[in-house]
């Protein structure tokens, strides 16, 4: 018998835009509040300062807008589903980083850059469906399945921008929760089987790697994190050896080690 064909998690359009305005606006009242002195604080994204970190936050959302204003992409299927999206990220990493660099030194008005990024993204992002396919950088995309990657930008890099200038930056529970659950269907996609399960309460639980297949009662193999410690492990921010001596990610049963699989993007 075939295996069973796999369920992909969906996601409500409605919901997962006023997710992103939602992080986005914690963001930007938090950028509104930035020193000078803060402002030229080292991040942990190699030489990005506070202020370029800002910037290509703005740009991640700016992405949405631009593409809704191009033409339509012809073709019956996106080139880009939402699960090889976080795989995708790497071969781009030198564009957005010059793109980054070169909107911070145009835009050093902070303030009005993410003003008018609110307003177009409110403008231009319909709440009734999010089926329209737009260009990226990475291929066509669904709208839908291109704000849900919206939400892993502006949660990962509200947590960098928190770590670099000791920001306190509240996370949206609606875009922390997609942030989660698209890293961990990754993971699961990645590494597919049912031999461990990876929970990260209360938003996901995923079973992957290969092996036995747990049915019932406790499983032998199982690895648990918080939320935020879960997105650090799959982005890179945190290693999978630091994360266990510091007691952050719990792993049990001689297959729970993801160390091999992480990170998941950088």
């Not at 075939?2 to 986005?24: C, E, G, M």
């Not at 597919?192 to 938003?203: D, L, T």
């Amino acid at each position: 018998m075939p295996p069973a064909k796999k369920r992909l998690r969906s996601y409500d359009h409605a919901r997962t835009r006023t997710a992103v305005l939602a992080q986005f606006t914690h963001v930007r009242e938090a950028v509104a509040t930035l020193t000078p002195e803060q402002l030229v604080l080292p991040t942990r994204l190699g030489d990005w300062k506070v202020r370029d970190l800002a910037a290509h936050i703005a740009m991640a959302l700016a992405r949405v807008t631009r593409g809704l204003e191009l033409p339509e992409p012809s073709g019956p299927r996106p080139e880009l589903a939402l699960l090889q999206w976080p795989f995708s990220t790497t071969g781009a990493a030198g564009r957005i980083a010059d793109d980054t660099m070169a909107l911070a030194v145009d835009r050093p008005d902070l303030d009005a850059l993410y003003a008018e990024t609110a307003e177009r993204f409110a403008a231009a992002v319909p709440a009734d469906t999010g089926d329209r396919l737009l260009p990226t950088r990475l291929g066509t995309m669904r709208l839908g399945d291109f704000l849900v990657t919206r939400t892993v930008e502006l949660v990962v890099h509200t947590d960098d921008l928190n770590e670099a200038a000791g920001l306190d930056i509240p996370y949206d529970r609606q875009a922390l929760a997609a942030c989660t659950r698209l890293l961990a269907d990754a993971l699961a996609d990645k590494a597919p089987g049912g031999s461990v399960e990876v929970r990260v309460p209360p938003f996901a639980v995923v079973q992957c790697i290969g092996g036995p297949k747990h049915t019932r009662g406790t499983p032998p193999n199982v690895v648990e994190s918080a939320p935020l410690t879960w997105i650090r492990l799959a982005t890179g921010r945190v290693g999978w050896a630091e994360a266990l001596d510091e007691a952050r990610v719990s792993a049990s049963g001689e297959r729970a080690d993801l160390g091999p699989l992480l990170p998941l993007m950088g």
